[in-house]
């Protein structure tokens, strides 16, 4: 009776989903790697794509920085070790790349310094296994449904329904078609009759799967979640598993698998994987995604701007990360400069329109006074683009001095975003608690430069328990909560300030923002106020910061 009863369970369940199965085919381009000729999938004969062939590449003098690049380019988080001589079989495309050396920053393996493509003195035989650095995250929607069915499909046994799995691998046959990479699958009528793409239920024992040669190892683990509704997911794994739930209408295990990406992004310093899962939300239209990402890097944007992805960046990511006022910078100088930085390093590839509106998106009047002086001296594309930005600075000149101006009051309103500050964590506009959870300062009252010697204090605290709230007076509903009470009165309504706290993980990347408001900020990660982003052990630091608006 149990039994019947899941099996019932299971059904219902499957009539709620809606299948789709659209896999795209992507041909191999000029560069492209992969791992060949084993069934895990970090580990393989090492190839790459070039002149139309797949080829190998040869072991020697390869070390950790050849590795580092090599799983960039896979789009896996790094590599732990490597161990060279591994016989993966005999490879029949061409021996490409030998003596590579790598610096451990590029974002492609050819791009490393070489020989020359199939300039070798190795044999076919000689290969790299990589050690890859992949966290697991364990998914688990069983409810009641017992682990048997999950042994049901292991072994096997009674299975009365295939699925035939084909990933084009990107060679040619003798005859000129496309070389086919196949696995089949033996699952079971029962579990799969309600599922409207397999047919199972009108005589149909047998059927076809197009899937990428990437996502194809990951296949199986998706059929058993259909068993068990437990699945496995690593950073490796996400995106595969993440387009298949979608193709194949699993709502559930596709949102679970969303979330998973707020726990994965923080794990790749390099920043190519949070570049990754944006360009694959943008392409699927998941726009839970895609802001999840941009509001990772937004945060985190020092960090981006100094990492090996940065330079790679998409015209549209820029953008979308510079029209955000969460933005947490230095300054705006910086932010200038970084989009300077940016363009020059694409040279003649962005356009002079693209690099006008990116220029454009930048808020001068919020540049601090002193360093607008020097942007005419220091910009490497003043000169290119001179009256965009003499007209900016000169706005922003204005905002400096006229602010409270009758004559220039309307111009500075809060529909210009240009006039908004984005969140700037240069002196003396914040401070960092840690071991110390008390601290005062003292900020300017603006940032403009009328305001630049009217001073405003401040007293920030971090209390940790409902003993020391009391002892300040307050009432908190959870722990840790932030505190932060100006010590002086500035008699000005055209000011607000919207201040915040960060918490910033293991002094690595910023996983909360708060805001204060009457002066508390909760920053708790219990049950009920998760961290966007997680921090291991909660070992973080507090940054407060002050940010005052025209209004």
Not at 202 to 209: E, K, L, M, Q, R
Not at 216 to 233: G, L, N
Request: with cysteine.
């Amino acid at each position: 009776i149990q039994t019947t009863n899941t099996f019932k369970y299971i059904l219902l369940f499957f009539l709620e989903l809606h299948i789709i199965l659209k896999r795209v085919n992507h041909e191999p381009r000029e560069g492209d790697v992969r791992l060949f000729g084993s069934k895990n999938v970090s580990e393989g004969r090492v190839e790459i794509y070039h002149d139309g062939k797949w080829g190998t590449v040869c072991d020697d003098n390869w070390d950790m920085a050849d590795a580092r690049v090599l799983c960039r380019q896979l789009n896996f988080p790094g590599a732990r070790s490597i161990v060279t001589g591994k016989d993966y079989g005999q490879a029949p495309g061409p021996i490409w790349l030998d003596d590579v050396n790598c610096k451990g920053t590029e974002t492609h393996l050819f791009t490393c310094e070489f020989k020359g493509w199939g300039e070798t003195d190795c044999t076919h035989k000689v290969c790299i296994n990589v050690d890859i650095n992949d966290s697991t995250h364990s998914l688990d929607h069983s409810i009641g449904l017992s682990d048997f069915l999950g042994q049901i499909f292991d072994d096997g046994n009674d299975c009365d329904f295939l699925i035939i799995v084909q990933s084009p691998t990107g060679n040619k046959q003798e005859d000129g078609t496309p070389e086919i990479r196949q696995k089949t699958i033996c699952a079971h009528k029962m579990i799969l009759s309600q599922i409207p793409f397999f047919n199972a239920s009108v005589g149909i024992s047998t059927i076809t799967v197009n899937l990428s040669l990437t996502c194809q190892p990951h296949f199986t683990s998706f059929i058993r979640y259909i068993y068990t509704r437990k699945m496995d997911v690593t950073l490796s794994s996400a995106l595969c598993l993440h387009q298949m739930a979608s193709n194949f209408g699993l709502k559930q295990l596709m949102e679970d698998i969303g979330r998973l990406f707020s726990k994965i992004l923080p794990e790749d310093s390099t920043f190519h994987n949070q570049v990754s899962f944006y360009k694959y939300a943008v392409e699927t239209k998941d726009l839970v995604l895609e802001e999840n990402c941009v509001q990772y890097m937004a945060w985190n944007y020092q960090n981006l701007t100094r990492s090996p992805a940065w330079s790679g960046l998409s015209v549209g990511l820029l953008r979308a990360l510079l029209t955000r006022s969460d933005l947490v910078a230095p300054d705006e100088y910086f932010v200038l400069q970084s989009v300077e930085r940016w363009i020059s390093e694409k040279g003649n590839s962005t356009d002079l329109e693209t690099q006008a509106d990116l220029l454009g998106r930048i808020r001068f009047p919020m540049i601090p006074a002193e360093k607008l002086y020097v942007i005419e001296s220091s910009s490497p594309l003043y000169s290119t683009h001179k009256t965009m930005y003499r007209d900016n600075m000169l706005k922003a000149f204005q905002f400096n001095v006229l602010l409270f101006s009758n004559l220039t009051k309307q111009k500075f309103g809060k529909e210009n975003i240009n006039y908004q500050p984005r969140i700037y964590t240069a002196e003396p506009w914040s401070i960092i608690l840690d071991q110390t959870r008390s601290k005062s300062f003292s900020t300017p009252v603006h940032n403009s430069l009328i305001f630049k010697d009217t001073v405003k204090r401040w007293q920030a605290n971090i209390l940790m328990n409902r003993q020391e709230c009391s002892n300040h007076g307050v009432r908190c509903e959870s722990f840790p909560v932030a505190k932060l009470t100006p010590q002086s009165y500035i008699s000005k309504s055209d000011i607000f300030f919207r201040n915040r706290v960060l918490l910033v993980c293991q002094g690595q990347y910023v996983c909360q923002i708060q805001d204060f408001k009457s002066n508390m900020a909760s920053i708790s990660a219990n049950a009920t106020q998760v961290l966007p982003y997680p921090c291991p052990d909660d070992q973080f630091t507090y940054q407060i910061v002050v940010t005052p608006e025209y209004v």
